[in-house]
């Protein structure tokens, strides 16, 4: 019978899961590997595995108790503080997973609010659009909307007047923002949302999860959200801490847009003014972005210097 919490190196090469925990649950223990050693800010995603001969011990505590309680187990260490966890057997996307978390974080990731049921100021029913290739789509259930799929040239959810797109909003993961904002994707995103009468980006998460990232330095990733913001002021990025409250500012955000543009357009000028606004041009990309896309698809360049014009159009018509 296992007694004590372990937690030792994970000896595999190149994993994500630096670390590996002993759960003294049977007659060997549950053997998990993590990415951390203990979920201080954030769930902490577990993967089955298998414990070492010879295993590097970075810590081992006494446990007070440890019990498996329906799909959760949960685990009680003998010592002053951060002594009190759970581990949670869930199923995602068809297959299982694991998060070890405490009472502090799971808070965090889900926080203790009740989304209002009230309709959107002057409307009855909000009818939203929903682009062809939104996968796993709002359905907007707890609000008084209506969604009609339809190909949108930018945005992922928007609503009309007059026939015209007034309204978009791109909805982003947060892996999905970063991976748009460092590959030269976010500028042309941007910029068609740019084009816009009304238009923002609202993220399924908090800002704060930017420097908790540790395949990409926060710091890149800040500066990048930074950055578009200071080019496209008129493109808001909303950090919404979790996928329902984005759902209700994205449609609190569509029905006051189109109450705004439907007030500002009168006899419809003003509209049309609006609609014909010139879109913003997108910025040039990073030489150092544009360097390492070439490598990557076998492109010779020199690590210094201009570019040439040839590999620029390149790199420009594949992220367009």
Request: aromatic share 6%.
């Amino acid at each position: 019978m296992v007694d004590d919490f372990l937690i030792a190196r994970n000896p595999e090469e190149g994993t994500s899961l630096p670390y590996l925990v002993r759960i003294p649950l049977g007659s060997d223990g549950i053997v998990l590997k993590v990415r951390e050693t203990w979920p201080r800010t954030s769930k902490v995603y577990c993967h089955r595995a298998e414990w070492p001969d010879e295993p590097e011990i970075v810590e081992q505590v006494p446990t007070r108790s440890c019990t498996k309680r329906g799909a959760a187990i949960d685990l009680v260490l003998d010592r002053g503080r951060e002594n009190r966890s759970q581990f949670v057997l869930t199923v995602a996307r068809g297959r299982q997973m694991i998060f070890w978390q405490t009472a502090r974080v799971s808070k965090q990731a889900r926080p203790n609010v009740q989304v209002p049921t009230a309709r959107a100021q002057g409307l009855r029913e909000l009818e939203i659009l929903v682009d062809v290739h939104e996968r796993y789509a709002w359905k907007f259930s707890a609000q008084q909307a209506t969604t009609v799929k339809r190909p949108l040239a930018a945005g992922d959810y928007a609503v009309e007047l007059d026939g015209q797109v007034v309204a978009a909003v791109e909805r982003k993961s947060l892996p999905d923002l970063v991976s748009t904002l460092t590959s030269g994707k976010g500028n042309y995103l941007l910029a068609a949302l740019a084009g816009l009468p009304r238009a923002a980006v609202v993220v399924e998460d908090r800002y704060s999860k930017v420097f908790d990232l540790d395949r990409v330095r926060p710091a890149v990733v800040a500066d990048a959200i930074a950055e578009a913001a200071a080019r496209f002021p008129q493109v808001p990025i909303i950090f919404a801490e979790t996928r329902a409250l984005a759902q209700e500012w994205t449609y609190r955000f569509l029905a006051a847009s189109l109450r705004e543009t439907g007030l500002t357009a009168g006899t419809g000028e003003r509209l049309a003014d609006l609609l014909g606004a010139p879109a913003a041009q997108p910025l040039p990309p990073k030489p150092a972005a544009v360097r390492a896309w070439a490598r990557e698809h076998g492109l010779a360049v020199s690590d210094k210097g201009r570019l040439r014009p040839e590999i620029v159009e390149a790199y420009l018509a594949a992220h367009r």
